[in-house]
């Protein structure tokens, strides 16, 4: 439905005329393609599509206001914080209003309660910034130092310093919801006081709502504040150093420092990472792909591929290296402890430490995700999910095998099994696969290996964070809970009868596969003759 | 390795600025990363200062940040947009700081700079760019070889100041028209700064207007003749070295002039180095003695043509392919070759003076916003972004604002003074002057 | 017909009074029932509305088999009363089903009925929770007590609603494992449902908090269903996934369930996460005059990491813990022990145990030296030898004694708690004191706990008040001045998180929005309202 003059008119007047435009120059700013994660792809040509207007709003009120006009004249909108997820969060009907809460940066810290509470505009980078300053830190999730906090606490949001606290989804404390009729839904202690500094319901927990591993990606509403743990770090400063693009934080070794290992096997690896979390030392222990390694090395793509060359098969299935950070959270002589247990178990396995540089790229205050687009122009992560040690061992090389036959178009990785990491202690495992491509390529197949990942994870009886939105619902749905879609779509329809907010999720990717032919080949699972919802 | 390959058709493509077409790869692969736009996040200084694009920061659509103006620019390519005047603010309202370049190339490969330079010489070449501001200055040039349109015959009046002149060196100091026009005091400091030095200089014989202000707004095809005119006449001075105290003229001379001529720095056939490189060099070797005591607490501002905007030019052109992989090989101008301790170790040799550094600081310096023809243009931008950085002068507390440009320096003084604040703007080379 | 074990424990609720009581409410409870009526308990027969006449107890039996259900009043009489200050309120049938399968039976019957289900777990309650305020049917998950995996490996554990704090400890000291818990809960109460309600934990250390993972509930229109990452399809054996993750599938359902007082649904068993148990512990007091000076030294050392268990205990609390004789022991620790008392256990885990322990000392010792001097840490509390060994006998372990620690002195104790910024923590005591000297509570009787949270975040803090339970003008007192406190102490920041009996009423009319939203939630879960209804705001 168009959007008409007086739904125009009534928007301009929450924001002013500087907030607001349908100019269409403006608005090919933000078109979703044809960069960016999971940009290159089918799903991204074939669902996003350019907004009609875009709003800024500056306050909850403002956005509230926003989402009463739309209900009333049937517009469609979506939440944008950064657009740095990728297609989903871009307009998927036509004539959507795209809110985009860039100016909504009110940011408060409880350095004695450890917590901060943030708009959907601020990013990770000033806040571990204001953290660090306070002795605190954050974990900046893998998305990147540039994701909005809000988004990313309730979407994604894990790291290699989830070594300790695991789950995003615990790190959220009091918040507020505008709820998709344009409702607002104060949650934690905000359901009743101004002050966000716990989360948990009085009672049943509502936060249930916002997401399940991952988010709901905006399609319940629209987070205007949000609370988070900070977590106690240590306090010697970490000195930014080095010209872009060698830049880092100096690491006070007396408190903090990486480590690399060499070990024998992938038996060793996860033996380490198991031992660490069992004896409760560390800030975060991680294996990452090979290659990755290669793109901090290159000084540009062609390096990359130059060094990524030298590689095999042989060579990624002996490449262990484990990354350890331990953390003097206590005192120098903690850090000396941890250092001690950390060089038993390396004992224990056979491993040797390999020279590493004291300066932090990544995860402390980078989170340096950009890298990723480096070697092929584009990028996607097939699954990123905690469960336990023993699941993330077969998970990644599960991926690989699958990988395999879809290469090309994929990049050439040599079955490298992905990125695992130990959270809570050792009591879960972590797995992500990533896969890179050239988007000039023909794509179709990276659609068809996306959803045959599903189906991989199905058939293989692995968890996985692709639910919800991020899979086509009526696949994953069954086979998960039994029937968790029934659930989501009931909770949909309870919250947004209209479908107004960020339509058509969380179908869209079932939506895709319908639009798509190459898609229609891999179809083998029901769908109903209608999908349950209003269309835009 | 090529089992895995595919054959993916070579491309042949070059880094002129004259095809936009040659940046459609560049443009397609941005992937809202906003490190154009932030702060690089290893120096986020906190919640307060952390954006680094002027543009963006003065209007917070997304389209004002280069991730936005990529994907208007591939609209532009592809001929889907018309030429209104939205889209002239777009590709014009942004003082071309190369904050978006270099925060680009800490992890990727893309020549977001010039694309956005490629994107202003389509404009022109579509006719509907420069802006009527820049006409006008462009007129100025070609009528009068200054960007003012003042008499050409004044331009060497700043040298009526006892500043000793040779007739032949190997030094040529080339004042530019601010120095010559505006900003006297700044030439003049040079001047004295390189006597004292015991350097012997010399100046243009006939000094005409860089042409900053015709290539910064797409007009290339002037400014090529200009840029040809002026090293033809630095050449036939048989000058070994070019001094310039003006940041906007030395990436010129540095980096544009080879850019148009398809050349590279190295090529040029003399050295161009700004008088920060100088008198670093000159204090450092004892030529040059800053003894008296200047009791000021100053800040430094890195200005963007003598940081991220100034890496030596290198011409490319050959072909891409698979993985979107080049040959031959290019070495990335990612803003490492910024004029950084140069001014840092001039300033620390001055005695009295005590420098404090504002959050934001040499590549993630916030763009004072008058430069590449914003503040004809868009003066209000220029205002905006001037009083962003002033934010940044008060919170550490600094009485005066040194920087090394004068298109800075008159930016910040006229905003300070319409602020009502009482910030000193001064010219490094006036700082020099006064110690010696 | 069988007769179910009486399942409340503490004697001074013995069957009698509830009988005595029961007729007298047994008129006005009848007149409440949906369209039931009981005519006595040899008349098995339960007309509903429309005249159509069922049994009960036959419809359940064919589910859960004939000696699972019980309509008889000595069975049902366990269920209508607890160690809360709820007044008593009679089921109409007891049923104990032994599976997953049969509690769908029983929902999908009691969604048909539009009778109401209230399911239990534990052989003792303390909120009321559990007392049919509708009538209906109780559920009790006694059967359902197995501990089904013991994985040492991932450390962790499946147990079913059933399984209590008493059997889980036990079984887990046997493998050298423990899991964290909340103060000295009851022996009989299950772990499963504690962790569902959000008790909080002694253990400040760990960032991750709760202790929960993935877990299988029965939904109240009748659907099985496994949250986490126990939704995998044939889990546990025929998956990859060991149901470590709690999130999940889609939303985070276990949220709902969290806090719910089973009004969201019938969980049967739960993942949790179990720890190894420390190899070396050493136990420290310090005698606190001064709250808010201790809560100064907690926000120092707690965000250091230092300290398994760590906690505060005013004088009367800590005297119920400890006293062995009653009344003599209780008096004179009563009166002799200092206001508060705080309690630090510093531990060595599985690796160099006698180094983290000693790092950890080397740092509280240096902090007290330069910064507390005034805070008089060791490991001794002066004047009371073997406190140490004593309070760790008993701190890693649900309490040992028949009659529950809180329960000894005058027979029951209303607990007020909820979640506070530490830092106002000695507000909260001003207010409390000072309304229950308007309430003639005399001071010297409060009991008071502060637990602190994760590096001292947050707080749990608990009041004690102490009654005679067969006393109606006592409870009538409590109840007075644990409402007034309440409101009270909302107004000053306190979070009640754990709304029981009429502190759900205050809270929820404050909180409106989340009210009305949690109460769409509940509809898509339970249309009919049929489980455990009159609880929190449903």
């Known amino acids: 439905m168009a959007i008409t003059q007086e739904a125009y008119n009534a928007l301009e007047s929450v924001v002013g005329s500087e907030f607001i435009t349908n100019d269409p120059v403006l608005c090919e700013g933000y078109r979703s393609g044809p960069g960016g994660y999971e940009s290159g792809t089918g799903y991204e040509r074939v669902m996003t599509k350019l907004p009609k207007v875009v709003i800024l709003p500056r306050t909850t009120e403002d956005v509230q206001k926003i989402v009463k006009i739309c209900n009333r004249y049937l517009v469609a909108y979506l939440p944008y914080s950064t657009g740095f997820y990728g297609p989903r969060s871009h307009c998927h009907v036509e004539n959507e209003v795209l809110i985009d809460m860039k100016r909504m940066r009110d940011f408060e810290i409880d350095d004695k309660h450890w917590y901060s509470t943030v708009q959907p505009g601020v990013t990770y980078s000033p806040l571990q910034a204001e953290c660090l300053k306070r002795g605190g830190y954050v974990v900046v999730g893998g998305g990147g130092a540039q994701v909005s906090v809000v988004a990313n606490m309730i979407c994604d949001g894990w790291s290699p310093l989830s070594l300790r606290i695991g789950f995003p989804h615990r790190r959220i404390l009091g918040l507020e919801l505008v709820l998709p009729d344009g409702e607002i839904l104060k949650m934690g202690s905000l359901a009743v006081h101004d002050d966000a500094f716990w989360g948990e319901g009085i009672g049943p927990d509502l936060r249930g709502m916002l997401r399940g591993y991952t988010g709901v990606l905006g399609c319940l509403g629209i987070v205007t504040k949000l609370a988070l743990k900070v977590l106690p770090f240590q306090p010697e400063e970490l000195v930014p150093t080095g010209i872009s693009p060698n830049t880092g934080l100096a690491l006070p070794t007396n408190r903090i420092k990486w480590l690399n290992f060499q070990v024998p096997s992938k038996e060793a690896e996860t033996q380490v990472m198991y031992e660490i979390g069992r004896a409760e030392i560390a800030g975060a222990v991680t294996k990452v792909p090979l290659f990755w390694r290669a793109i901090a090395k290159a000084e540009g793509k062609e390096e990359f591929w130059d060094i990524w060359g030298l590689e095999n098969e042989d060579t990624i299935k002996n490449f262990h290296i484990v990354r350890v950070l331990l953390i003097g959270f206590t005192s120098e002589a903690q850090m000396r402890y941890d250092e001690a247990v950390l060089d038993d178990i390396i004992k224990e396995v056979g491993g040797v430490m390999r020279r590493t540089k004291q300066i932090d790229q990544s995860w402390i205050k980078n989170a340096d995700s950009a890298g990723m687009w480096l070697m092929c122009g584009a990028y996607v992560s097939t699954d990123y999910i905690i469960e336990s040690i023993p699941h993330a061992d077969t998970h990644g090389p599960s991926y690989a095998n699958l990988k395999a036959q879809y290469t090309p178009p994929f990049m050439p990785d040599y079955g490298d099994p992905g990125w695992t990491m130990g959270c809570e202690c050792g009591h879960q495992g972590y797995s992500e696969y990533l896969v890179y491509w050239d988007p000039d390529e023909d794509t179709n197949r990276v659609d068809q290996f996306y959803v045959e990942t599903s189906k991989m994870n199905i058939r293989e009886r692995y968890y996985t964070s692709l639910l919800g939105s991020h899979q086509p619902l009526y696949l994953t749905g069954p086979q998960y809970g039994p029937n968790y879609h029934d659930w989501l779509l009931k909770v949909k329809g309870e919250f947004d009868p209209l479908w107004i907010c960020h339509p058509p999720l969380p179908l869209a990717h079932d939506e895709f596969v319908e639009k798509a032919e190459w898609m229609k080949e891999i179809k083998d699972w029901e769908t109903p003759e209608k999908f349950p919802m209003p269309k835009w | 390795m090529e089992n895995d390959r595919f054959d993916t058709p070579k491309k042949k493509v070059s880094f002129e600025v004259r095809d936009l077409s040659n940046f459609v790869y560049d443009m397609s692969r941005c992937i809202k990363c906003k490190g154009c736009y932030w702060v690089e996040h290893t120096y986020m200084p906190g919640i307060k200062f952390t954006t ?106 700043w040298l009526d100041q006892g500043i000793s002149v040779a007739e032949k060196a190997d030094v040529l100091y080339f004042a530019g028209c601010s120095g010559s026009y505006t900003n006297p005091e700044i030439a003049q400091a040079t001047g004295k700064i390189l006597n004292a030095s015991g350097t012997p200089f010399m100046v243009m014989k006939d000094e005409w207007c860089c042409g900053n202000a015709l290539y910064s707004v797409g007009m290339i095809d002037e ?41 590279a720095t190295a090529d040029l056939g003399f050295e161009v180095i700004h008088l920060l490189e100088f008198a670093d060099k000159a204090i450092g070797n004892g030529s040059l003695k800053p003894t008296k005591e200047v009791d000021l607490r100053l800040t430094y501002h890195d200005a963007c043509s003598v940081s991220r905007l100034c890496d030596a030019w290198r011409p490319w052109k050959g072909e891409r392919g698979w993985m979107g992989t080049i040959e031959p090989r290019y070495q990335r101008r990612r803003g490492t070759e910024g004029l950084y301790s140069q001014p840092r170790n001039i300033l620390n040799a001055i005695p009295g003076l005590t420098v404090v550094e504002m959050p934001r600081t040499r590549e993630n310096a916030f763009c004072c916003g008058a430069g590449r023809g914003t503040k004809d243009a868009f003066p209000e931008l220029a205002s905006f972004s001037a009083s962003q950085r002033l934010e940044e002068v008060k919170e550490v507390g600094a009485e005066a604002l040194v920087t090394a440009c004068p298109f800075c320096k008159n930016n910040f003084s006229q905003t300070s003074k319409a602020n009502g604040e009482e910030v000193k703007v001064m010219d490094i080379t006036e700082v020099i002057l006064a110690s010696l | 017909m069988n007769r179910l074990k009486n399942v409340t424990l503490d004697v001074r609720y013995d069957e009698c009074l509830v009988v005595r009581q029961y007729s007298e409410v047994t008129a006005s409870v009848n007149k409440k029932r949906r369209g039931a009526r009981l005519e006595d308990k ?181 659907e099985i269903f496994r949250t986490g990452s126990a939704s995998v399809k044939g889990y546990p054996e025929e998956s990859k996934s060991k149901g470590t993750n709690p999130s999940g599938p889609g939303l985070d359902f276990y949220r709902f369930l969290q806090g719910a007082q089973g009004t969201m649904g019938i969980v049967t068993w739960l993942n949790l996460k179990i720890e190894s148990k420390p190899k070396i512990d050493k136990i420290l007091f310090a005698a606190i005059d001064d ?12 965000p250091r990491r230092i300290g398994q268990e760590v906690l505060l ?119 409390v004191k000072e309304i229950a000297e308007a309430h003639e509570y005399a001071l010297e009787d409060l009991g008071m706990y502060i637990q602190p949270i994760e590096h001292n975040r947050a707080c749990h803090m608990e009041f004690n008040f102490f009654y005679d339970p067969k006393s109606a003008s006592e409870k009538a007192l409590i109840k007075s001045l644990s409402i007034a406190a309440a409101k009270e102490l909302l107004n000053n920041g306190a979070f009640f998180t754990r709304p029981y009996g009429d502190l759900a009423a205050i809270n929820y009319e404050r909180a409106a929005g989340y009210t009305s939203a949690l109460k769409r939630v509940k509809k898509l879960f339970d249309p009919n309202n049929i489980m455990n209804p009159g609880n929190l705001c449903f």
Request: hydrophobic fraction near 40%; glycine fraction near 6%; charged fraction near 25%.
């Open chain 3, 313 to 431: 205990l005013n004088n009367v609390e800590l005297a119920t813990i400890l006293a062995d004789k009653w009344p003599d022991d209780f008096e004179k620790l009563r009166a002799t022990l200092p206001a508060w008392t705080l309690i630090v256990v510093v531990s060595g885990l599985v690796r160099r145990p006698e180094e983290k322990v000693a790092y950890e000392m080397e740092f509280l010792g240096e902090v007290l030296r330069n910064e507390f001097k005034d805070v008089v840490l060791t490991d001794n509390l002066p004047g009371f030898p073997g406190i140490g060994k004593k309070f760790m006998s008993l701190v890693r372990k649900p309490w040992p004694k028949e009659v529950y620690w809180k329960n000894q002195w005058q027979g029951a104790a209303h607990s007020l708690f909820f979640i506070a910024k530490p830092s106002a923590t000695p507000l909260y005591v001003k207010i």
């Open chain 2, 223 to 263: 400014a090529t003749e200009l840029a040809k005119r002026n090293i033809e006449a630095v050449k036939a001075s048989g000058a070994k070295t070019l001094v310039t105290s003006c940041a906007e003229c030395y990436r010129m001379w540095k980096v544009d002039y080879p850019k148009m001529l398809d050349i």
């Open chain 3, 42 to 222: 040899e008349n098995e027969r339960v007309h509903l509305k429309g005249g159509e006449q069922m049994s009960t107890k036959d419809d359940l039996a064919s589910i859960v088999g004939e000696s699972n259900v019980s309509d008889a009043l000595e069975d049902l009489v366990g269920y209508s009363c607890d160690l809360s200050m709820h007044p008593p309120a009679m089921a109409d049938a007891v049923v104990r089903p032994v599976t997953s399968e049969e509690i769908l039976g029983v929902i999908n019957w009691a969604n048909r009925k539009n009778i109401p289900l209230i399911p239990v777990s534990s052989r003792t309650h303390f909120q009321g929770c559990t007392i049919p305020k509708q009538g209906g049917v109780v559920l009790d998950m006694v059967r359902m007590n197995k501990i089904l995996e013991v994985d040492i490996y991932n450390r962790k554990v499946r147990i079913e609603a059933g399984v209590t704090w008493k059997q889980l400890t036990e079984e887990l000291d046997k493998q050298d494992m423990r899991v964290i818990m909340p103060l000295l809960p009851h022996s009989e109460r299950s772990v499963l449902t504690d962790w569902l309600e959000r008790e909080v934990p002694t253990n400040t250390v760990y960032d991750y908090g709760e202790p929960m993972q993935s877990l299988e509930v029965v939904w109240p229109n009748g």
């Open chain 3, 291 to 302: 709250l808010g000076r201790a809560q100064e030294f907690l926000y120092r050392i707690l």
């Open chain 2, 52 to 157: 680094r694009c002027p543009s963006g920061t003065w209007k917070e659509f997304d389209s004002y940040q280069a991730a936005g103006k990529v994907r208007i620019g591939l609209a532009v390519a592809d001929k889907k947009l018309d030429w209104t005047p939205k889209l002239l603010e777009v590709i014009y309202a942004d003082p071309l700081c190369g904050a978006c370049d270099v925060g680009c190339k800490r992890n990727l490969d893309l020549e977001i700079g010039l694309s956005l330079e490629a994107l202003r010489i389509q404009a022109v070449k579509d006719g509907a760019g420069p802006m009527p501001a820049h006409k006008k200055i462009a007129q100025n040039i070609t009528d009068t070889h200054n960007q003012f349109g003042s008499p050409h015959d004044n331009r060497k009046k």
